[in-house]
């Protein structure tokens, strides 16, 4: 008597069944079957969903890992561009003492009077690194008008002065 032995394997089961051959080698009768299934092997992941495939929190991981080295690149390299247009020092104990200055103190500064190179240099290298940021805050609402407000009189108020600087 021949049998044959016929497995389906997937990810979390395994499929058999054995069948009885006849003479010339067709299928007879169907002798079992059945089917065991396993556990996921996965544990629950802790930002995304149950059964999220493990590649996803190596893939996030990579992902930071990749945005945080592109961010200190571009710090680098525009450091490296300050220093060449004399906007910032080449020494790296007199860039640290620049950095130390308040960028904000800075650019408000530069309204009434122009700046050193190297506090340019320090302004200019805060906008870089602060680059696309924009607020996450919902516009609308009676606050938001009076902030609106308020921009447009700071706006009003410093274009005079810049006509005062230029002449």
Not at 113 to 139: C, M, Q
Not at 141 to 150: A, I, L, T, Y
């Amino acid at each position: 008597m021949q049998w044959r032995l016929g497995l389906d394997m997937g990810t979390t089961s395994l499929g058999w069944s054995v069948f009885q051959l006849s003479q010339s080698g067709e299928i007879a009768a169907l002798h079992d079957s059945g089917v065991r299934i396993f556990s996921d092997g996965r544990e629950p992941s802790k930002n995304g969903k149950v059964g999220d495939s493990l590649a996803v929190e190596r893939r996030n991981a990579r992902a930071i890992r990749r945005n945080n080295d592109r961010r200190i690149s571009r710090k680098n390299a525009l450091m490296n561009i300050l220093v060449d247009f004399k906007l910032m020092p080449l020494n790296q104990s007199d860039q640290k003492s620049i950095e130390r200055k308040n960028p904000y103190e800075l650019r408000a500064a530069a309204i009434e009077r122009k700046l050193e190179p190297y506090e340019l240099g320090r302004a200019l290298f805060n906008l870089g690194v602060r680059r696309g940021f924009k607020s996450d805050r919902k516009a609308g609402g009676e606050e938001d008008s009076d902030f609106q407000k308020k921009i447009l009189a700071l706006r009003q108020e410093i274009v005079p002065r810049q006509h005062k600087l230029d002449r």
